[in-house]
């Protein structure tokens, strides 16, 4: 059951780009990132009161585990991820996005002092290679001059979910996958609440923006982080980022059908090398 559900992460994360996007282009990135979670916690905070009364009551060690995950996952990942999507197509983001498993594989063998395996080494090459392929827009020998204020921030994505996945493991040593989500959503949420004052808000919001603010918060935090905590919990960091695989593909497919984007030939090139060094790391 648990790798239905990490599939199906994958789908709603694969269309938390197209939501981004749309949101991307009416908000600022901390106004569209906390009205996001807001909308998140009308129904995280009652689920997990719920669930266990004493779910609010946390030592200082707790807490600053999960303030971690509520700074990495919640604030630094939805800066990066709202500037990226409005620089940048779907479909690119979401090809730079999935280098996450690569960072995690290499965190984990840090902190565990492993060697990491000729053939992972091989898959990190590959996707490295398809990603410089998509930076560069499909010239790899010019990868400066292709790169972007969009390929940046978009950068900045997988690095917060790596450090996001690594620490999460220790935060549900003592915690259930409900109580973290919803403390990390609740704190990360606070601190983008601090920056939204300084930017504009629109005059005239589309409701199918609002649409898909809520669609980021219901689908794209509630199940999408519960279910993902719970895939960690199960089967570990590293198998569950596995599934982060499907995200790109999910999100490409997803641009074309609601976005009516172009895939570009970079792009399916990159995709391939990308998703199949990721393949690699994870299968051996």
Known sequence: MIYIKLILVALMWGGTFIATRMAAQVFGSFTGATFRYIFALLFLIPMV???NRRAFNIDKKQFKQLLVLGITGIFGYSYFFF???RLVEVSHGALIVSLNPVLVLIMTSVRDKKKIEPVKIVGMLLSLIGLSIVISRGNPTDILNGFS???AFMLGCPVCWAFYTF?????????????????ATLLGCCLLAIFTPFETFPNQIDPLVWIAIAYLGICGTV???????EGIQKIGAVKT??????IPVFAMVLSVLVLGEKIETYALAGSVLVIGGVFLINKF
């Open 167 to 183: 620490y999460a493991g220790d935060a549900l040593k003592t915690t259930t996958p409900m109580q973290a989500s919803t403390w």
């Open 49 to 51: 009161w719920l669930q």
């Open 223 to 229: 199940l999408g982080f519960v279910w993902y905590y």
């Open 149 to 151: 204020w969009g390929d």
């Open 241 to 246: 980022s596995v599934f982060n695989n499907l």
């Open 83 to 85: 500037n990226g999507l």
